[in-house]
């Protein structure tokens, strides 16, 4: 059964730094793609960041060139590196993963998903 768990959120002040961390098991590490996705009570449900099994990554045009994707498959662990944090980034983070190849970030693109961690929450003060 594939699990996944989020950590690493917090609330920091604009322009600070985070690092967020989706451990996963029941999969073979780097076989899935792994994406960020991110919500808030007035936004809908928004691709941040996908990375594939060709380690191929994907962002939102939001958050290019502040936010970076990675995983480790040793730790079967991907990762979201946040610089530059904006108070518009504040959301609950969720990470989920999918058996499909997904290139790029796009809309609907959770309808590809099967599997969700439960969310960790990022709040940026100004």
């Known amino acids: 059964q594939v699990q996944l768990v989020e950590s690493g959120g917090g609330s920091v002040q604009s322009g600070g730094s985070l690092r967020l961390s989706c451990a996963a098991s029941?999969?073979?590490?780097?076989?899935?793609?792994v994406a960020w996705f991110r919500q808030t009570p007035e936004k809908e449900r928004a691709g941040v960041a996908v990375?594939?099994?060709?380690?191929?990554?994907s962002y939102a045009d939001s958050v290019k060139g502040r936010f970076t994707i990675s995983r480790d498959n040793l730790k079967n662990t991907v990762y979201l590196e946040m610089n530059g944090l904006k108070p518009e980034d504040t959301a609950m983070y969720y990470c989920?993963?999918?058996?499909?190849?997904?290139?790029?970030?796009?809309?609907?693109?959770?309808?590809?998903?099967?599997?969700w961690g439960q969310g960790t929450q990022v709040t940026v003060s100004s």
């Open positions: 989920a993963a999918s058996r499909y190849i997904i290139e790029r970030i796009g809309p609907q693109m959770g309808e590809y998903f099967d599997y």
């Open positions: 029941g999969y073979t590490p780097g076989s899935y793609s």
């Open positions: 990375i594939n099994r060709y380690s191929e990554t």
